[in-house]
Structures are given as structure tokens and as C-alpha cells.
């Protein structure tokens, strides 16, 4: 079992940038693809981005352009990178692994394990 633990969150005013991280131990975390998901209050667990073990990447459309994933398999850590940030992207961000390598892997039901979240609140 992966343990994820997330990091980085915080306040920031809109159009700023904040870089999540999560950290994974436990089993290897090199085969494993890593996701990125976002919930509001009120709302429903939403998908945000997910990088394969061979580095394949997906966003959703709310966050292309703005977010960027990346992982550094010698660290096990996954990162999130957000840019241009918007008071719709508050939210509690959570990191994701799902133990078979999978591209494009959207569906929160699918991964294994998650972490405990990580606030991120933008001011308008």
C-alpha cells in the first residue's frame, strides 16, 4: 500500500500560483500512475489531472492551460503546479495513486489510494 501525503496548499489572491506536492512511501511508487482531484464544498469530488508511471498527462478542460503535473519518480514525489489561479479553483485538493500504470485514468474510483487533502483557497 502507497501512503500519499499532500502539501503546499495555502491562500493566495486570484491570478497567483501555488505548487502542491505529494509525497508517496511504502510500495513502489514508480509503476504507479498519480492523479490530482479537486472538491469543493458542496459539490462532487472532481477530476483535475493524472501523469502516468511513462509520463503521459491529462487535464481537465477547467485547468489546461493553467495547471501543470509532473512527478520525479527518484524523490516519489507527484507535483501541481497552478498558475493563474481563479476563485473557482477553491477547493480541497487531493493526490490520488492507482497501482497499475494507466494513462488518461479520470475516474476517481479507480485509484487505490489517497491522501488526506491539502486546502487551496483564491481570493477575488
Known amino acids: 500500500q502507497v501512503e500519499l501525503v499532500e502539501s503546499g496548499g495555502g491562500l493566495v489572491q486570484a491570478g497567483g500560483s501555488l505548487r502542491l506536492s505529494c509525497a508517496a512511501s511504502?510500495?513502489?511508487?514508480?509503476?504507479?500512475?498519480m492523479g490530482w482531484f479537486r472538491q469543493a464544498p458542496g459539490k462532487e469530488r472532481e477530476f483535475v489531472a493524472t501523469?502516468?508511471?511513462?509520463?503521459?498527462?491529462y487535464y481537465s478542460d477547467s485547468v489546461k492551460g493553467r495547471f501543470t503535473i509532473s512527478r520525479d519518480n527518484a524523490k516519489n514525489t507527484v507535483y501541481l503546479q497552478m498558475n493563474s489561479l481563479k476563485p473557482e479553483d477553491t477547493a480541497v485538493y487531493y493526490c490520488?495513486?492507482?497501482?497499475?500504470?494507466?494513462?488518461?485514468?479520470?475516474?476517481?474510483?479507480?485509484?487505490?489510494?489517497w491522501g488526506q487533502g491539502t486546502q487551496v483557497t483564491v481570493s477575488s
Open positions: 490520488a495513486a492507482k497501482t497499475i500504470d494507466t494513462r488518461g485514468l479520470t475516474d476517481g474510483y479507480e485509484y487505490d489510494c
Open positions: 511504502g510500495r513502489t511508487f514508480s509503476s504507479h500512475a
Open positions: 501523469i502516468s508511471w511513462g509520463g503521459y498527462i
